[in-house]
């Protein structure tokens, strides 16, 4: 089964856009087709994004969006701390990475992720969904 880590901005895009990559990706996710690990951090920083006024998004909603993501992702509780990018968040994201395993960080904002780590490679929306019909098998 294919590891993942999801990028905030990745789930923010998939809640706000029904359709395109970072949907087909979380739908993936839920459906259990795809591992989707996240962390206590992670979560946290979903669900604090999630709940900005300017998403327009009600706290009911945001509330069914984070049951699922805990309900279908395995939650890791990261023993590294990584200073891999500049931006403290992401480290979150990279740490999240190394505990579980992670085969991909699915991220919409490469250029904040530099670096590879270990075998987990930083992979766009679209370079995720391209990776996944190729080895999930799923229709173009």
Not at 1 to 30: K, Q
């Amino acid at each position: 089964m294919i590891r993942v880590v999801i990028d905030t901005n990745v789930v923010v895009s998939a809640i706000l856009v029904d359709e395109g990559h970072s949907a087909a990706i979380l739908d993936l996710a839920v459906n259990r087709e795809i591992l989707m690990f996240t962390s206590p951090a992670l979560l946290a920083e979903y669900e604090e994004v999630l709940r900005r006024p300017r998403l327009k998004l009600s706290p009911s909603r945001v509330r069914g969006v984070m049951a699922v993501i805990r309900r279908t992702s395995r939650q890791v509780k990261p023993v590294v701390t990584l200073k891999l990018s500049v931006h403290e968040s992401d480290n979150r994201i990279y740490e999240c990475a190394a505990t579980g395993g992670a085969d991909y960080i699915v991220t919409g904002n490469a250029k904040h992720f530099k670096q590879e780590y270990r075998s987990t490679r930083i992979v766009t929306p679209r370079e995720f969904i391209e990776l996944a019909r190729a080895e999930l098998g799923l229709p173009r």
